[in-house]
């Protein structure tokens, strides 16, 4: 929409049968800016001041044009082409109706817009303007008369009267702007003081000895600011406020880089939260809360804390988190072993139960078909040696003794291994496995 508006002007500039001037539109501004070699913008902070650059370049371009214009409508002005200069102005001031001197313009050609002697009309509307200045002058209304006297000066450069009375009336303003000044200056009241001296300095740049008035005043307000932003940041430190405490005190070095207060102030704040984050991080190291201590010393280094210092305790924090991972991980294949031995342990041990069982059933049923073919058969002699029944019963005893061997209670299985050799001394089996227990852990004393 800029760019339209001033193509539209330089056009109009055109019509009037005066040189076009030369409009770039605002994409050409930003590829122009596309080739400076700024870098990769990252911060918010750099966007900002890149965006506020480019603001500024397009408003210097903006006046630049405007500029152009207002000349081209003061030319048309000066021919008595009022109508011609009351389009230019009135096109200028849609863009930026700030600009004064298309608006004095534009009222000057609005009155004398249709006269049949321009050049004597427009030396009687410089005279009004005087005379309207010379009668507020009189009255004490310095800013209206200096006003008039502008557009005076404005419309006829030339004109040596009105540009005396304008130095005259803003000379006398600038003096009644330092007289309060100083008067601001003597109750302290420093910004009041500057805003007056400014005031005066706009009106008269050369007025003696306001500069380095100016400069000690200006040094005495940034003192002043610096010892109010350094008690708000005492008050936040003692309310426990710490970093606000210390983005208040870089306003402050921001204000004076050379204030010791401030700089030992926050360099005493600085170490003692470094310490505090250092000793928390110990703590939790202690406790084997390794992220939570290296967070801290991490928040530390934020403080000052040696960089370098602050990297080995956080090696050996990870260190330590790698050793008792790996500590966790051997505990782990160590108890899935020692699972898997002892599911196959009882499942051996089963087995031999139930191979016991079934020979001892095997042995039983022998015992008793024996027992029914004797009772058939003819009487014979006594039996002599061992009955039957002793030996199915020292059988029983044996394979409850394997049973314990397998166990490893070697002692019960001694115990039930003697048992059966007291009811068959003939056990070939109870015998070798008393022997075995003999030979491997020695004979009962």
Request: with cysteine; glycine share 6%; charged share 30%.
């Amino acid at each position: 929409m800029g760019a339209q508006l001033l193509l539209g002007l330089a056009l109009a500039a055109s019509a009037w049968g005066q040189e076009p001037l030369r409009v770039r539109d605002a994409d050409g501004l930003f590829l122009d800016m596309a080739k400076l070699n700024l870098g990769t913008i990252t911060s918010e902070e750099d966007k900002k001041k890149y965006i506020y650059t480019i603001q500024l370049e397009k408003a210097r371009m903006m006046r630049k044009t405007l500029n152009g214009v207002y000349e081209n409508a003061f030319d048309l002005y000066r021919k008595g082409d009022f109508n011609g200069a009351r389009e230019l102005t009135s096109k200028i001031l849609a863009i930026d109706p700030a600009y004064a001197d298309a608006g004095i313009l534009q009222r000057a050609s609005i009155e004398l817009n249709g006269s049949p002697k321009p050049y004597a009309s427009e030396q009687k509307l410089i005279e009004d303007r005087f005379e309207e200045g010379m009668a507020l002058y009189r009255q004490g209304r310095l800013v209206e008369a200096t006003g008039r006297w502008e557009e005076a000066v404005k419309l006829a450069p030339s004109n040596l009267k009105a540009r005396w009375w304008l130095k005259k009336a803003r000379g006398e303003m600038a003096d009644d702007h330092f007289r309060r000044g100083q008067k601001a200056y003597r109750q302290h009241r420093l910004r009041e003081c500057l805003d007056q001296w400014y005031a005066a300095l706009v009106l008269n740049p050369r007025y003696p000895r306001l500069v380095p008035a100016i400069a000690k005043v200006e040094a005495e307000t940034r003192e002043a600011d610096a010892n109010e932003k350094l008690q708000t940041a005492l008050n936040l430190y003692s309310q426990g406020l710490i970093d606000e405490s210390i983005k208040m005190l870089d306003e402050v070095l921001a204000l004076g880089p050379g204030n010791a207060k401030a700089q030992k102030l926050q360099a005493e704040i600085r170490s003692e939260m470094a310490s505090q984050h250092l000793v928390a991080g110990r703590r939790l190291y202690e406790s084997r809360k390794y992220d939570e201590a290296q967070a801290e010393w991490k928040k530390a280094v934020s403080y000052g804390y040696d960089t370098r210092a602050a990297d080995q305790l956080i090696a050996r924090a990870k260190e330590q988190v790698r050793r008792e991972d790996a500590a966790r991980r051997r505990a782990a294949e160590i108890a899935k072993q020692k699972a898997e031995e002892e599911k196959i342990k009882a499942a051996e041990i089963a087995k031999a139960e139930a191979e016991a069982k079934a020979e001892a059933d095997a042995k039983a049923a022998a015992s008793v078909a024996s027992s029914t073919a004797a009772a058939t058969a003819p009487a014979a002699a006594a039996p002599v040696g061992t009955s039957e029944e002793n030996k199915r019963q020292s059988q029983q005893y044996y394979l409850s003794g394997i049973i314990y061997y397998d166990k490893g209670d070697f002692e019960k299985a001694r115990n039930e291994w003697t048992h059966a050799l007291q009811l068959d001394p003939a056990n070939p089996d109870a015998k070798a496995g008393l022997e075995r227990i003999n030979n491997l852990y020695g004979s009962p004393q």
